[in-house]
């Protein structure tokens, strides 16, 4: 059984690649299928926490726990802060596209005679930052998914997105990253500390981010 060390927590997981509509058959989208997110999630409820998952997968619900489904970055942003003011742990594991389309058509855009498409792309909300900018009490966990520079580019984001910890992914190395059932991380702490993780399943992986929020000087729960 696992510790109830969470217990009477409220922590709130997003999980999935988001989808940015270009047309009613289209979208842009990334290769984050969820597992790491749902992992977070299920080891949080095992020991003990009250859990929401906003879920931009189509991956059923783990156990017990109570889920959002969202599609866009937008209502991810939407339903993320609905629930932050009462989260306690907020872990980010999701894939939120950067970019969406400028404009929406209605209809399926048609091949024509064009050889070229060009797209028009606009900034979405970067839903961690903004968290990190409004973040009371709330522990605020984020990811990095990273193909080169792996610590520089996750230690910025740390500081950037004013987070108290950041797991980064080097989702190059096989058995890391997108869709598969391990993954290879990196945790970083905003006072220096270094913790690297071996190739573990997700959900171990998802215990050993847990074990570590824990060692953080702010951790509400109790023993
Ligand atoms: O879902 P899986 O297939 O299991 O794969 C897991 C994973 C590789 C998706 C996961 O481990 C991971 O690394 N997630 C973060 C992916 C990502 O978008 O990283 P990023 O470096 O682009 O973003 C940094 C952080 O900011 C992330 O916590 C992200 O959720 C957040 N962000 C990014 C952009 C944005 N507009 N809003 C955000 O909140």
């Known amino acids: 059984l696992a510790p109830q060390d969470y217990r009477e927590l409220f922590v709130l997981v997003t999980a999935g690649g988001t989808r940015e509509p270009l047309d ?70 999701a894939a939120v596209a950067d970019f969406r389309p400028a404009s929406r058509s209605a209809q399926k855009i048609k091949k024509g005679d064009n050889h070229k498409l060009i797209l028009e792309l606009e900034p979405t909300v970067d839903i961690l930052a903004s968290l990190g900018r409004r973040k009371e009490r709330q522990i605020l966990v984020g990811f990095a998914a990273e193909t080169e520079e792996l ?28 869709g598969s059932d391990t993954n290879i991380c990196t945790l970083l702490f905003p006072d220096g500390r270094k913790e690297e993780l071996p190739r573990l399943t997700k959900l171990e992986a998802a215990h050993r981010i847990l074990d570590a929020v824990k060692t953080l000087p702010h951790f509400p729960g109790r023993e």
Request: hydrophobic residues 45%; charged residues 25%; aromatic residues 8%.
């Open 151 to 178: 610590l520089a580019n996750a230690r910025q984001k740390l500081e950037d997105k004013r987070l108290d910890l950041i797991v980064a992914n080097d989702v190059t190395r096989p058995g890391a990253g997108f």
């Open 24 to 93: 009613p058959v289209r979208y842009i989208g990334n290769y984050s299928s969820g597992k790491m997110g749902y992992a977070l999630a299920q080891a949080a409820w095992e020991r003990g926490a009250r859990v929401t998952l906003i879920s931009a997968s189509s991956l059923p619900p783990p156990s017990e726990v109570e889920m959002v489904r969202v599609e866009t970055a937008e209502e991810m942003w939407n339903a993320v802060v609905k629930n932050f003011d009462k989260a306690d742990v907020v872990l980010k594991a």
